[in-house]
């Protein structure tokens, strides 16, 4: 489950409420691209603007929408552990194959903090679970001594996804722990599946499912000169788009630039300025998809 290139679902809004029918069409496109799960309501998909209701439906609407072709890991974590927990329950509910905990934000807990909290949730629930480790996002850093205790106190804690910039700590996380390490940062997924990561939550997904697919694939393969190549063929693209407004602001654009879904946000994301949108055209423009038969990943 925890493999491969997995998509960190954007979440369209439409008239201030979700569009699902814009929803469905996204999930038919990554899927159609080849990704190996789907990850609704993480931050990409906008989830601290996102009711418990609203959320449930959009768990569920993957579920449905994947039709068992692909998991569906839930972004279920807060920074409560009680919510956390009641999260977590909601998305079982709703078919969730999975689980994704984000570090708790704001309130800044120590390690020993987040060692509990995260064995709270283990332990009262039955699904896997993927920790996320973004510390640019949560103020804090689930440090590799806390990830290790962690996996080696609790089976279902099985993933990490390593959003930290640091190739230093996945490559100390590999060497300690037996946990599955997945990029969080779609530019470091090659460089850290070289030193041992799995997989990628990927952004760019979204819009280039088969890309990214072709080369995570390639990658996890070992078919490391494919994978250097299509990483510098997505490179520019990605570390570009990504980097001109706060996740998803640039994502959506480009989605709603392509006609996929309304050019429509939550407070406080909001939209993308001329100046920077006129870039993300030109960006689109310059990088054309190239579509080539993907490797396949060994199962």
């Known amino acids: 489950m925890f493999k491969g290139c997995l ?14 029918g814009a929803f469905d069409r996204l999930v038919d496109h990554v899927l159609e691209g080849g990704v190996d799960g789907l990850v609704p309501c993480g931050t990409t998909g906008e989830s601290p603007t996102l009711t418990a209701e609203e959320a449930r439906q959009l768990i569920a609407a993957a579920v449905k929408r994947a039709d068992g072709k692909a998991p569906v890991i839930a972004g279920s974590g807060t920074n409560c552990t009680e919510r956390t927990l009641e999260a977590c329950r909601v ?7 999975g689980l994704m ?6 309130n800044r807990p120590n390690q020993q903090g987040l060692y509990e909290h995260f064995g709270q949730v283990a332990e ?22 806390t990830i290790g205790r962690l996996r080696d106190d609790h089976a279902n804690i099985a993933a990490v996804k390593h959003a ?24 470091m997924t090659v460089p850290l599946m070289s030193i041992g990561a799995v997989g990628v939550v990927s952004v760019l997904a979204n819009l280039l499912p088969r890309e990214m697919s072709a080369m995570t694939a390639a990658a996890a393969a070992g078919h490391w000169e494919e994978a250097r190549s299509r990483h510098a063929e997505l490179f520019g693209l990605a ?3 990504l980097r001109l407004d706060t996740n998803p602001i640039p994502i959506k654009t480009a989605l709603a630039i392509r006609g996929m879904m309304a050019e429509e946000f939550r407070l406080p994301m909001c939209r993308l300025d001329g100046v920077k949108k006129k870039r993300l055209e030109a960006l689109l423009a310059q990088h054309p998809c190239k579509t080539v038969k993907a490797t396949r990943q060994p199962a």
């Open 124 to 145: 009262r629930v039955s699904l896997p679970i993927m920790l996320y480790n973004i510390p640019g996002r949560t103020g804090v850093e689930i440090s590799v001594e």
């Open 7 to 20: 998509v960190a679902l954007v979440t369209p809004f439409k008239g201030g409420g979700i569009d699902f």
């Open 164 to 187: 930290t910039g640091s190739i230093d700590g996945a490559s100390e996380l590999s060497r300690t722990s037996d946990i599955a390490i997945l990029s969080g940062d779609d530019t």
């Open 239 to 241: 570390s570009q788009m």
């Open 101 to 106: 905990l984000v570090a708790p934000y704001y």
């Open 91 to 97: 998305a079982a509910d709703a078919g969730a194959s």
